[in-house]
């Protein structure tokens, strides 16, 4: 896993020195992302720039050195990321003398054989790069089919700079840094900025499975070479005619070969194992084809409403991995949260960040790449809401709204505190996880007008986001796309969609590759291989869910090699007690962020719902974290990177 990052300048005055100058203050921002070595290439005839940071995974030699030029001369590549069919690829681009084995060799002479576009459609794995086609002067980026990679872009005073993360566009002279008050607005409501935007006026995402081409005019263009949406609405209208039987096999099969090509690897390799269906699945695939234990990492906490480490480590024990754990503590989450803003730089409030973090430092210890279950829950349905979701819209929408209204009221006249010990009284394998929080949610979404509000509403952290940052607008993003109905009728389904479309990205992904990155830890996500995810989208809803419980067909697979005892268990997630943990170790820190002094520093969010949400959050009343950690990491990082308004 690599960092990269480029300029391409309008004037064409500036030497080789500055040019190599200003990259490798870029490229320095990226050390984290490659330790293991740093590279940059210039053409002061083009005022054009690439720098590159170095993780070395295969290919340790000076051969997968980067930026590399093709054997023809034409190109110039800096490239992040691992293609998993590499081998195959090399057999069908003759006449090649190559120069060692790398990955980033493979893209690079494939896309000079083949073009751009027809490459990309033959790739299995992660990736971003920036390829310089020194002919035509024209410069194309690409990214992944699920955005597991993450790759920015846009222009500075004059400058078009892209980058892996924003703290290397920081590190450039032209970088302006200007806060996008809608963009904000976005990651009130849904914790992560949403692509295509970021934080920064002029500066974007690339979406996954898209690549963009500045010509030497300066025009730029864009344009899929895969589509998520066009595959959910082929899936959805032809869904494959298999029974059970076939079904499982044939997942069984594409998952231990998406594993299999994700333990390709010239250094230690591991998994992180969290005891739930898809981590298990991945450890239990990777385990399977091993001589040896793999070994495996989880995360405790002393709360057993959050804590899964002993079914990791049962799961562990069954297959024989080489399993270690770490227990976190308040304190330990205290001597995280001052680095979030740096390892995220741009805004972000997925609280299980924290946790994220501390599993790849505990694996970094021992591996330089290890293996998640990331996606399972989009690809083959698994979330809780997916469920409460689909039977809402299907039992409560023909309601009159004024009736559901009713019944919302109704849900929210019992504080959280008083729904939890309604539900105490359940034995505990019914009962479900912080359930006043979820009745409380039910009651939210009950009004709503639609089954794409009721979605939104799922999703949604400050549901008035311009009351929270006056004067921001909505961003267009596929969760207010209403035209999602036609392609993908099946509400379920539909959800499912938005989420591969929006939070998989743009939240888990994005916490993934910042937390793991951070240390230097290279994690492959062997379930969003774009090829798992295309067979997921072609099977009818059956092999999906059945018998009330999601990733129906991924939990058979499992079945075959762990017993059922030890994964038939309510979902859990990755979470972190951190409403109780704000009430307590916490406080101090956030009240000196929440305070209305602080929140006037920035001039940016409205202090009174924020401190009657502090509040109310203090009293015990309502559980109000994830509203306010929202806002806690948007201050965190405004304190630290200071942008213009």
């Given at each position: 896993?690599?960092?990269?990052v480029?300029?391409l300048?309008?004037?064409?005055?500036?030497s080789?020195?500055?040019?190599?100058?200003h990259?490798?203050?870029?490229?320095g921002?990226?050390?984290?992302?490659?330790?293991?070595?740093?590279?940059?290439?210039?053409?002061?005839?083009?005022?054009?720039a690439?720098?590159h940071t170095?993780?070395?995974?295969v290919?340790l030699s000076?051969a997968g050195a980067?930026?590399m030029?093709s054997?023809?001369?034409r190109?110039?590549?800096s490239?992040n990321?691992?293609?998993?069919n590499?081998?195959?690829?090399?057999?069908?681009?003759?006449g090649?003398a190559?120069?060692g084995?790398?990955?980033?060799?493979v893209?690079?002479?494939a896309?000079?054989?083949?073009?751009?576009?027809?490459?990309?459609?033959k790739?299995v794995?992660m990736?971003?790069?920036?390829?310089w086609?020194?002919q035509?002067?024209t410069?194309?980026l690409a990214r992944?089919?699920?955005?597991?990679?993450p790759?920015?872009?846009?222009?500075?005073?004059?400058?078009?700079?892209?980058?892996?993360?924003l703290?290397?566009?920081?590190?450039?002279?032209?970088?302006?840094?200007?806060?996008?008050?809608?963009?904000l607005?976005a990651?009130?409501?849904l914790n992560?900025?949403?692509?295509p935007a970021?934080?920064?006026?002029?500066i974007?995402?690339l979406?996954?499975?898209?690549?963009?081409t500045?010509?030497?005019?300066g025009e730029?263009t864009?344009?899929?070479?895969w589509n998520l949406?066009?595959?959910?609405?082929?899936?959805?209208a032809?869904?494959a005619?298999?029974?059970d039987?076939?079904?499982?096999?044939?997942?069984?099969?594409l998952l231990?070969?998406?594993?299999?090509?994700c333990m390709v690897?010239d250094?230690?390799?591991?998994?992180?194992?969290?005891?739930?269906?898809?981590s298990s699945?991945?450890?239990?695939l990777?385990?399977?084809t091993?001589?040896a234990p793999?070994?495996?990492?989880?995360?405790?906490?002393?709360n057993?409403?959050?804590n899964e480490?002993?079914y990791?480590?049962a799961?562990?024990r069954h297959?024989?991995?080489?399993?270690?754990?770490l227990?976190?503590?308040?304190?330990?989450?205290?001597d995280?949260?001052p680095?979030?803003?740096?390892k995220?730089?741009?805004?972000?409030a997925?609280?299980?960040?924290i946790?994220?973090?501390?599993?790849s430092?505990l694996?970094r210890?021992h591996?330089?790449v290890a293996l998640?279950?990331?996606?399972?829950?989009e690809v083959?349905?698994?979330?809780?809401r997916?469920?409460?979701g689909?039977?809402?819209?299907?039992?409560?929408?023909?309601?009159?709204r004024?009736?559901r209204?009713?019944?919302s009221?109704?849900?929210?006249?019992?504080?959280?505190?008083c729904?939890?010990?309604l539900f105490s009284?359940l034995?505990?394998?019914?009962?479900p996880?912080r359930p006043?929080?979820?009745i409380?949610k039910?009651?939210?979404v009950?009004?709503?007008?639609?089954?794409m509000?009721?979605f939104?509403?799922l999703?949604?952290v400050?549901?008035n986001?311009?009351?929270?940052?006056?004067g921001?607008?909505?961003?267009?993003?596929?969760i207010?796309d209403?035209?999602?109905?036609?392609?993908?009728?099946?509400f379920m389904?539909?959800?499912?969609?938005?989420?591969?479309?929006?939070?998989?990205p743009?939240?888990?992904l994005t916490?993934?590759d910042?937390?793991s990155?951070?240390?230097?830890l290279?994690v492959?996500?062997?379930?969003?291989d774009?090829?798992?995810?295309?067979?997921a989208?072609?099977?009818?809803?059956?092999?999906?869910?059945?018998?009330?419980?999601?990733?129906?067909?991924?939990r058979?697979?499992?079945?075959?090699y762990?017993?059922?005892?030890l994964?038939?268990?309510?979902?859990?997630?990755?979470g972190?007690?951190?409403?109780?943990?704000?009430?307590?170790p916490?406080?101090?820190?956030?009240e000196s962020?929440?305070?209305?002094?602080?929140?006037g520093?920035?001039?940016?969010?409205?202090?009174?719902p924020v401190?009657?949400?502090?509040?109310l959050?203090l009293?015990?009343?309502?559980?109000?974290?994830?509203e306010?950690?929202t806002?806690?990491?948007?201050q965190?990082?405004?304190?630290?990177?200071?942008p213009?308004?």
């Amino acid at each position: 896993m690599c960092g990269i990052v480029g300029a391409l300048y309008s004037s064409r005055d500036l030497s080789r020195e500055t040019l190599e100058a200003h990259v490798a203050a870029m490229a320095g921002a990226l050390d984290h992302r490659g330790p293991d070595a740093r590279g940059a290439w210039t053409d002061e005839t083009a005022g054009i720039a690439f720098g590159h940071t170095r993780l070395s995974i295969v290919d340790l030699s000076a051969a997968g050195a980067q930026p590399m030029a093709s054997a023809c001369g034409r190109y110039v590549i800096s490239y992040n990321g691992e293609i998993y069919n590499a081998a195959e690829l090399r057999e069908e681009i003759p006449g090649i003398a190559w120069r060692g084995h790398s990955d980033t060799e493979v893209v690079l002479e494939a896309c000079a054989a083949l073009g751009v576009e027809s490459a990309l459609k033959k790739f299995v794995g992660m990736f971003a790069f920036a390829l310089w086609d020194r002919q035509t002067r024209t410069l194309y980026l690409a990214r992944d089919q699920l955005g597991i990679k993450p790759l920015y872009w846009g222009r500075q005073g004059g400058v078009f700079l892209f980058a892996s993360e924003l703290k290397a566009m920081a590190a450039h002279p032209a970088f302006v840094g200007e806060l996008d008050r809608d963009a904000l607005g976005a990651f009130m409501r849904l914790n992560y900025v949403p692509a295509p935007a970021s934080i920064y006026r002029g500066i974007r995402k690339l979406e996954p499975g898209q690549y963009l081409t500045l010509a030497d005019s300066g025009e730029e263009t864009s344009a899929p070479y895969w589509n998520l949406r066009e595959v959910a609405r082929c899936g959805q209208a032809a869904p494959a005619d298999m029974d059970d039987g076939e079904a499982l096999d044939r997942a069984d099969a594409l998952l231990r070969d998406a594993v299999h090509r994700c333990m390709v690897s010239d250094v230690p390799l591991g998994a992180l194992l969290s005891g739930g269906i898809d981590s298990s699945t991945v450890a239990a695939l990777m385990q399977a084809t091993s001589a040896a234990p793999v070994r495996t990492f989880s995360i405790g906490f002393s709360n057993p409403r959050y804590n899964e480490a002993p079914y990791a480590a049962a799961i562990a024990r069954h297959l024989g991995t080489d399993h270690r754990e770490l227990y976190v503590d308040p304190d330990q989450a205290l001597d995280v949260i001052p680095g979030l803003p740096d390892k995220y730089d741009e805004p972000f409030a997925d609280s299980s960040q924290i946790p994220t973090y501390l599993v790849s430092s505990l694996a970094r210890d021992h591996v330089t790449v290890a293996l998640s279950g990331d996606g399972g829950d989009e690809v083959f349905a698994g979330y809780t809401r997916y469920f409460w979701g689909d039977l809402l819209a299907r039992r409560t929408m023909p309601w009159p709204r004024a009736l559901r209204q009713g019944a919302s009221r109704l849900l929210s006249s019992l504080s959280e505190d008083c729904w939890e010990r309604l539900f105490s009284v359940l034995p505990a394998s019914m009962l479900p996880t912080r359930p006043g929080q979820k009745i409380h949610k039910l009651a939210n979404v009950l009004a709503q007008a639609d089954d794409m509000a009721l979605f939104r509403r799922l999703v949604t952290v400050w549901e008035n986001p311009a009351a929270i940052v006056p004067g921001a607008r909505e961003i267009a993003t596929p969760i207010w796309d209403d035209g999602l109905r036609a392609d993908v009728p099946a509400f379920m389904e539909r959800m499912q969609l938005l989420d591969s479309l929006t939070y998989l990205p743009d939240d888990i992904l994005t916490k993934v590759d910042r937390a793991s990155m951070a240390v230097s830890l290279e994690v492959r996500v062997p379930l969003l291989d774009h090829r798992v995810v295309e067979f997921a989208w072609s099977l009818p809803r059956r092999m999906r869910v059945r018998d009330g419980q999601g990733k129906w067909l991924l939990r058979k697979v499992l079945e075959r090699y762990v017993p059922t005892a030890l994964i038939d268990r309510p979902k859990m997630g990755f979470g972190i007690p951190l409403g109780s943990w704000l009430r307590g170790p916490l406080r101090d820190w956030a009240e000196s962020l929440l305070s209305a002094e602080a929140l006037g520093r920035s001039g940016l969010l409205a202090p009174k719902p924020v401190r009657a949400a502090w509040d109310l959050h203090l009293s015990g009343n309502r559980d109000l974290a994830t509203e306010l950690w929202t806002v806690l990491m948007f201050q965190a990082w405004h304190e630290k990177w200071k942008p213009s308004v």
